[in-house]
Structure formats: C-alpha cells, structure tokens
C-alpha cells in the first residue's frame, strides 16, 4: 500500500510539474489586420511580436511564456465586441488593441465585465479611460491634448490665413477635429469652414469644392489617412494648394501611397519619434534586420506588451486586476518608449504630442520628419 501511495504521490508531483511547465499568458491583439486600417494593423502586430520575442526569450513573464491570439476587427466596433468575446471565451487575460477608438471603446466594456485588462496603443479619443473603468490604459496620449497642439500651431503659425475643418465622422475623427476647433476658438481664431464626410468613399469632389470655395489656406482634417490621401490629391486635381494637417492618424507611409506628391509639406500630430529614444536603440535594431520598419504604432505596441510585462512583476501576480493596480500606482515603467507612469484614468502622466512634416528624403520617397 505505502508503495501505490508513493506512486501516486509521485505521478501527482509529476502532473503538477507538467501543469507549471505548460502554463502560458495568454494575451490577445485586436486590431485591423485587413479592411482600410490593415497598414496601422501591420505596424501593431509588427510591434506585439516583437515584443512578446524578446520577452519569451528572457523567460517570458514570471517564468510563463506569452502565447498570442490574433483578433481582426476590420476597424469595425460589431466586429471587435464579437472579438473580445471570443478572448472572453478563450480565457484570455491581457488584450493590446484596438486601434480605433471606436473599436476600443465597446470592446473595452466587455473585457471589464470579465476581468480582462486592456492596453491600447493608439485609440486616442478621451472616453476611453474617462469611464472609470479599473481595466483600460494606453500607451499613447489623448486627443484633447494632440487638438490643442494642433490649434496652438494653427493659431501661431497661421495667423491672418484662413482654416477649414473636416472630419470623418468617426469617433476619433471628428472628437480630434472638435478638439482641434475649441482650441482654435478659445484662441481667438474661427474656422471658414466645417464639414464631415463619410470614411469608405472614394470621391470627395464635393467638399473639395466646398474647401476651394471657403479660399482656407490650411485644411485640418480629423481621420485617418485613406479618406485623408484621397482629399489631398482631389484637392491637388482642382487646384487647391492648401495646406493638410491631421493627427497621429495620417501617420502610415500609405497616406503619401494614397495622396500622391501634393502630401509633400503636409502636416500633422504626433508623439514625439520614439525610435530616437537610446531605449528603442536595441529593438529598432531588430526591426531592421527583419528590413520591418518601425513606424508610428509599432513601438507604442511593443511598450504596451512591456507594460504587462512590468506591471506582472510588480505586483508579483499575472491576476489582471493586480496587474492593473500596480500600473495605477504612479511608479514609472522603463519602455522603449522611455519612461511611463499612469494616473487612475489609465492616461500616460507625461504624453505630449509635437508638429511633423511630410517631405522628401533623399531616395524622393515622401517621409514624415518630427519638426
């Protein structure tokens, strides 16, 4: 009997050996892997599996390796609630994405509900972490902070001229445009014209008309960069020369794909270049020897997989809700994005946004350059 007991002893000291070995964090990337944003979809995933590469490589997040769960929303909010219950149901605990914040928001509500936490790089609309919700943060900054930016340059730099508003009608899109118009208004400055249009066009003649008209010699659009290429070029077509500027969603090379060589001197918002930061300097040297270059949200997806790193081994703990409490502490993260404390909201304490340029580099492809 004492030798079946030792036995059994041994083969359940064996099963739970098995059970550590193979236990895994499993986290979840919802974003538009295809559909109009895929090229911002490209960048996150390019950045999540980076990251969860280089961590697995050092032992992975409490000694359990990151398995990883792709979810595409099609920027589409139906689609990406659809997604967040299928990670419900596959038992993930930690969710990068989504991209637009459209997306993000509802998504959010269900992984709340279900003891999810949700780090997002780029959804930038203030509603997201003004809910109170214990489980939401992001890598990136808000948009009331990029729209003030922008109407602090427009308002400095455009003195005199006159500025027309367009949008997308997106939540993003036209809660940046909103943003953009207040700070522009308390500043004294008034638009000479505001209009929305529909994302998924492909002729925006109309309001093209409508900007030729008003004589704006500076275009603010709030959207992203598919429906804003295609303005700048029909606006180029009709022989309107005025200036775009936009937000951090025009920041994809396919903006210059789409609106041809009238993008040149365009302008917009963004983080400042995370790619310059000495604690990028080791992972963009990776990217490059992939010939992957690390654009706009790629490096914001890499932190966010950091952050769940960091915040896990802070709290000693890969429970959701311990994670996220020790993000909310206030003590500050080493990302390749540099260093990164949160306040309750889930909001970066030290997000700032700077002015770029689209130009030409040297080989005539048509860049953006932090100014």
Not at 33 to 56: E, H, R
Request: proline content about 4%; some cysteine.
């Amino acid at each position: 009997m004492s030798k079946l007991w030792l036995s059994g002893l041994v083969l359940a000291a064996g099963l739970g050996l098995a059970g550590a070995a193979q236990a895994q964090v499993k986290l979840g990337m919802a974003g538009p892997i295809t559909g109009p944003s895929a090229a911002t979809g490209a960048q996150m995933k390019n950045g999540v599996d980076q990251a969860i590469a280089d961590i697995n490589a050092a032992g992975g997040i409490l000694g359990q390796k990151i398995t990883l769960s792709l979810g595409d929303d099609v920027s589409d909010p139906k689609q990406g609630v659809s997604i967040a219950n299928k990670f419900v149901g596959d038992g993930i605990k930690f969710v990068v994405g989504n991209y637009n914040s459209g997306v993000s928001i509802p998504s959010s509500e269900v992984y709340n509900e279900n003891g999810i936490l949700q780090i997002t790089p780029a959804s930038t609309n203030p509603t997201f972490t003004e809910r109170k919700l214990w489980n939401v943060f992001r890598t990136c900054g808000r948009d009331d902070q990029q729209g003030a930016v922008a109407a602090d340059y427009i308002v400095t730099k455009m003195a005199g001229k006159k500025i027309a508003i367009v949008h997308d009608k997106t939540t993003y899109g036209k809660g940046l445009a909103d943003e953009t118009k207040k700070g522009m208004n308390a500043k004294g400055m008034t638009e000479v014209l505001y209009e929305g249009v529909n994302t998924g066009e492909k002729d925006y003649a109309a309001v093209v008309s409508k900007i030729k008209q008003s004589g704006a010699d500076l275009v603010y659009f709030g959207g992203l960069y598919t429906e804003g290429g295609l303005i700048v070029r029909q606006m180029r077509d009709q022989g309107v020369q005025a200036v775009m500027m936009g937000g951090d969603g025009i920041a994809a090379a396919e903006f210059a794909s789409v609106g041809g060589p009238g993008v040149e001197g365009s302008l917009m918002t963004f983080g400042p270049d995370p790619t310059r930061r000495p604690q990028a300097a080791a992972v963009v040297k990776a990217f490059e020897a992939k010939k992957i270059n690390p654009e706009a949200y790629t490096l914001y997806s890499y932190a966010a997989v950091q952050l769940i790193k960091l915040g896990a081994e802070k709290a000693k703990s890969l429970d959701p809700k311990k994670v996220a409490e020790a993000i909310h502490s206030g003590d500050t993260f080493d990302t390749v994005l540099g260093p990164l404390s949160y306040n309750a909201k889930g909001d970066r304490k030290d997000a700032d946004y700077v002015v770029y340029i689209w130009k030409k580099a040297a080989d005539g492809k048509l860049i953006y350059e932090q100014m």
